[in-house]
């Protein structure tokens, strides 16, 4: 019995573990592919506001453009989970980066031109919103299929490291081409969708799995009539809620990750309109976002080391209280970049909160259901990200700044007391360090 033992576990020890992240190329299309789209996206955020400003709207006229973004991403994200789960996530992927550099065209035409109203404006944001729901599902539904189980929190800790990078990048381009020409962000962002439509054609992604046989409620015995009638989009998105409703821990992490996404959504919009009502030049407007980028980056860094020393509890816990704290300094700083250092101080605390719980999510969540809880996820955030640029935008029009940040600080205070006390995040699963999962893709 011995002899065989060592047998086989020397046996397994000599099998080949799956290659770096840095050589899996699936993986690295996939991220090239997300990274120049959303340099795009993260240039013209920054220009959206300026726009509207710049043509003589008002606080709320300019947080409209970015809730009708988060406000379509929203709700676009249930239904294109359950399309990312019934069609090919590639293709999903292909036509929404078409739709984008389409409609970012046509935007930038309008700019030219010199007739750019706010309703079409708003018009595109919607387009660009939906594109983005359905960019967003496929590629987070495809992840799990390109990169292995022991590896999913690496890859979703270089995901996070991705949106920070072009946060950092982005805002700063897009502020300064606006500052020399009213429409090159929009054309920056036509051109960097039309790069990632390229990219993504290069992808080869492994077989689907097979469908299963069995209805979603399971009650189909095999081959019963209707057993393998396939799902509507209704029946799909029904069924992801119901996986959410009966998993607690995924379910309070949506909850307060939503609630948090709002608030920290807002404070940005607010802060980068407190900067321009203060004169400042759209290059220093656009250091808020590149700072704020700068503090991910360099937490997706040390995330690799924090989240093998921390629960994801703890690291959930020091991320809502920190920013708690953080938050009320930006009643008392200068607007501008030494805004963005207070909230770059927040972002650095988010990538390693972020590993922590969107892996173990992905890991327990099979193949089949992985769009649907990437469009229920979208949804939430999206929702958080539509509501908390309006609600910010409506309090800096009646109560204006310090009483707005005041204001976001108090709900970060909420959210860290409700991350503390609730059973379901306290008792949340750590992951498993370097083992494959049995469920994995």
Not at 264 to 272: D, K, M, P, T, Y
Request: hydrophobic share 50%.
């Amino acid at each position: 019995m011995t002899s065989g033992s060592t047998t086989a576990d020397a046996a397994v020890a000599a099998e080949p573990g799956p290659p770096p992240l840095s050589r899996n190329r699936e993986y690295n299309v996939l991220w090239t592919a997300n990274m120049v789209s959303q340099l795009g996206a993260q240039g013209t955020l920054i220009a959206y506001p300026l726009l509207v400003l710049g043509l003589g709207g008002s606080a709320f006229e300019a947080s409209l453009a970015e809730f009708a973004i988060a406000g379509s991403r929203a709700l676009a994200a249930l239904p294109s989970g359950a399309l990312a789960d019934r069609v090919s996530r590639k293709t999903l992927m292909l036509v929404s980066e078409f739709g984008r550099a389409a409609a970012l065209g046509v935007l930038a035409l309008l700019v030219a031109i010199g007739h750019a109203p706010l309703a079409a404006i708003v018009v595109v944001a919607v387009v660009e919103g939906v594109c983005t729901s359905l960019f967003g599902t496929a590629d987070q539904a495809l992840l799990p299929s390109v990169v292995p189980s022991s590896q999913l929190a690496d890859a979703v800790t270089r995901n996070t490291a991705r949106y920070y990078l072009a946060t950092i990048v982005g805002p700063g381009i897009g502020g300064f081409l606006y500052g020399v020409q009213r429409l090159l962000p929009f054309v920056a962002q036509a051109v960097t969708s039309a790069i990632a439509f390229v990219t993504l054609l290069f992808l080869r992604l492994p077989a689907p799995p097979p469908a299963p046989v069995s209805s979603p409620e399971g009650e189909g015995e095999g081959e019963g009539e209707g057993a393998d009638r396939p799902e509507g989009t209704l029946q799909a998105m029904a069924s992801g809620l119901r996986w959410l409703r009966g998993n607690p821990a995924v379910r309070a992490t949506v909850l307060f990750g939503t609630a948090f996404n709002l608030v920290f959504s807002g404070l940005l919009i607010a802060v980068v309109v407190m900067a321009q009502q203060d004169g400042r030049s759209g290059a220093e407007i656009g250091a808020i976002g590149a700072l704020v980028g700068a503090g991910g980056v360099s937490g997706a860094l040390a995330a690799g080391r924090l989240r093998r020393s921390l629960s994801p509890f703890t690291a959930l816990m020091v991320l809502t209280w920190a920013t708690a704290v953080l938050v009320p300094l930006l009643a008392v700083v200068p607007t501008g970049w030494p805004s963005g250092l207070v909230l770059g101080a927040a972002a650095f605390l988010a990538p390693t909160a972020t590993a922590l719980v969107a892996g173990h999510q992905m890991m327990v969540t099979p193949d089949e259901m992985r769009g649907r809880l990437a469009g229920l996820i979208g949804v939430s955030m999206g929702a958080g990200a539509a509501l908390g640029p309006l609600l910010c935008g409506l309090l800096l029009e009646t109560v204006h700044a310090v009483p707005t940040v005041l204001s976001c600080a108090a709900a970060f205070l909420l959210i860290a007391l409700g991350v503390t006390v609730t059973p379901a995040v306290r008792a949340f699963p750590a992951l498993p360090d370097n083992r494959e999962h049995p469920s994995g893709s």
